[in-house]
């Protein structure tokens, strides 16, 4: 089959190099340059990300290791031995699974019912798991912050559910050698190598669609018929790809209510280490910063020699980003007082670049109501996969959707 891909980012690439083995594949990128919020950026010897943080979720036993190992992108991810820490109040660092120790008395009686809850709930949100209590809010705000970029009220309580038993079945987090830009060249690799295209500076103005079915792609004029398209820009761009006469009243209603999740990151360069390790470092006591990783520690190439790289997280908790920045640098501030760091680069993720296209848990799947017209990427990401790991997850199921309908 001819393959029509619109947006060379993780999913599009992913998905492109997985149909490369077998079909004609051809991945249109409206910029010069392939990965989307999935590479790297380099920068005074730094290797910076266009928005990921060099970190994948579940290192090499999830589902974006084993679907990159699936389609042959030889990439090396190193587990972190260290998967986590708390940040308490007088900035002292505390194991992950110590967490009491940053709660009150009070808090920490509570502790066990949210653990059970944590086991089961299916409906409410983070928040309800928390118990509504403040205290542990601040954690499962941290936590919801760094990994999804929403707060406890607004994450499903179903997706923090699963979740955490895709942590207990696929392990912690790791960090691709190379960082970003690492894996996605190795996919690019894979394409090209299968005789596959990527085509740069290429913006996609149509889907083409006849009798409901998808049959190819405009690009600056330039018809490319295709039996089957994927778009990795995520559903309600796609959209409007089509004529509108072929949008569902009930899609369109939906789509019309989605909302994607914004963050900023704030990366930093030190000569001394400020985190310490090659896990995370949740920050519950803070303004804005939800957490912090420092993956130099496993792939030193990624800042200049005797440098590290550390980098922020946190969720936009109002539209204004200046004063949003503002009150990360100061949280900054707070957590390392004494240490000496200068800051690179600040980045928001927010409208047509957000952190996630739609917000975890609230995900369309890979259908759309055009007939082989597939969705893949950060709008629609597999249930309980933390950012990347959905991504892979909504690849994989739509790489079986596909295979069902064409075989």
Known sequence: MKIAVIGAGLGGLLAAAALSKEHDVRVFEQLDMYGGRFTNLPYKGFQLSTGAFHMIPHGPTGP?????????????????????TWMSKDNRQVPFMGFKEILSPAAQAKAPVAILKLMGLKKGTAADIALHDPEIIRLADSACGWALSMTAANTPAAEVVTILKNIQKYGTPGVPIGGCGGVVDALARVIGNRDGQVVLGSKVDSVRVEDGRATGVTVNGETFPADLVISNIGHQLTAGLYDRRYLEPKYAAVLGKLRPSAGIKICLAAEEPLVGHNGVLFTPFTSRVNGINEVTHIDPSLAPEGMHLTMSHQTMLTGDVQDEIRLGLQDLKNLFPGKKYSVLMVQSYRDDWPVNRVASGYDLGNLTPVKGLFVVGDGAKGHGGIEVEGVALGVQNALDLIRKAYS
């Open 64 to 84: 974006l290791a084993q679907l990159l190992k699936q389609v042959g992108a030889k990439v090396e991810i190193v587990k972190s031995d260290v998967q986590a």
